[in-house]
């Protein structure tokens, strides 16, 4: 019997890759929340972008190109000295970006996307915190998925296109055989990459984690709970000093948090099998924002944060809208009816087969 189930397992997996797309509203959100907080990211350094990422920057172009020299790194910015080159790029940026997030032409906005974060973030490596590395490593793995096929004006294309195809009532030769098997190797290829990405993307997550925790496992001012009490008190990570003093005064909370911090971060990996994910997700949660507020670094917090949604099932997703109707009518508040209500049918299904979520359990 066992020897059946170890021959059964490859078939199962080669199933989970080729079968169908998987995770599909999650990789949307990650779409939609990486493309935001880069959208934001690049319009609240503005003002401070040529200090930044500029021909004028502290970090030259001259230096940058001597470190891409050793690294292998390279920025379409180090193209030009000129300033309305930069200008350009800067806009060029603020336009993939807002384009990424709404999901037009997903394909070649991801790829551009990718290229855009990587540029800016080669461009001055030494200039921003750590959040840009896993927006960075993000940027393009999405490259790889099928990330506009919900929530994007793609989907919204795809419906409208076969609505006017169901409404057509002239008949259409159908494809030939040969046409069909490449129809289908190319969907099926599709499936697998998309997968492929989807599974790096849940693993770089659970490496982050581990090796986090771990790594704080060998410290001793986590060892004995105080790490949080001197992170507290450094004035580089002090947005707020009366709210971080404030938090000092309690040192046995103090311990607690840093404590819980430790033990979410190593168990995390160990935990996507089961229903203690949600719960493990929803302190990461509490964490990420108290990183963000407390020590001033959104930029990483809103990148983590997005990343967890990839962990979380599709019909989580789906059942949102459902969700806040029925609290929108517990309140008291009236809302549109829903489109296949309004329009007196189903709705038609979005581009692509209907998947289920990351099912790590």
């Not at 229903?275 to 929803?282: H, I, N």
């Amino acid at each position: 019997m066992r020897s059946e189930q170890m021959r059964e397992l490859p078939a199962a997996a080669l199933a989970l890759v080729t079968g169908r797309p998987v995770s599909l509203y999650a990789t949307a959100v990650l779409r939609i929340g990486y493309g935001l907080l880069y959208l934001v990211f690049l319009l609240r350094e503005f003002p401070h972008r040529h200090e930044i990422w500029g021909p004028g920057s502290p970090w030259t172009p001259a230096l940058a190109a001597r470190l891409f020299d050793q690294t292998g790194w390279w920025s379409f910015l180090l193209l030009s000295d000129s300033r309305a080159y930069f200008e350009l790029c800067y806009g060029v940026a603020l336009v993939t970006s807002a384009l990424f997030l709404l999901g037009w032409r997903t394909r070649a906005t991801s790829l551009l996307f990718a290229v855009v974060v990587t540029s800016f973030h080669a461009r001055s490596i030494f200039m921003t915190d750590g959040g840009d590395n896993l927006v960075l490593l993000m940027s393009l793995y999405l490259v790889l998925t099928a990330c506009g096929r919900r929530w994007s004006l793609d989907a919204r294309r795809e419906r409208r296109k076969a609505a006017r195809a169901a409404g057509t009532t002239m008949r259409v030769k159908g494809p030939g055989p040969t046409a069909r098997q490449l129809r289908d190797a190319r969907a099926t290829l599709t499936t697998v990459v998309h997968n492929c990405g989807v599974f790096v993307i849940a693993a770089q997550v659970c490496f982050l984690y581990g090796s986090a925790g771990l790594y704080k496992v060998q410290g001793s001012y986590w060892a004995d709970g105080t790490a949080l009490h001197y992170v507290l008190h450094l004035e580089l990570f002090q947005p707020w000093p009366a709210l971080s003093h404030f938090l000092d005064q309690y040192p046995l909370a103090i311990a607690a948090i840093t404590y819980l911090t430790v033990l979410t971060q190593v168990a995390f990996p160990f935990v996507l099998f089961g229903r203690l994910k949600y719960p493990v997700l929803a302190l990461l949660l509490g964490m990420h924002a108290g990183i963000a507020v407390l020590l001033g670094l959104p930029v990483f917090s809103g990148a983590m944060i997005i990343a967890d949604a990839v962990f979380l099932p599709d019909r989580f997703y789906t059942s949102l809208p459902r969700l806040g109707r029925r609290t929108a009518r517990r309140l008291g508040v009236r809302l549109p009816r829903p489109r296949e209500e309004a329009a007196g049918g189903p709705v038609l299904p979005q581009a692509g087969p209907e998947a289920p979520g990351l099912k790590l359990r």
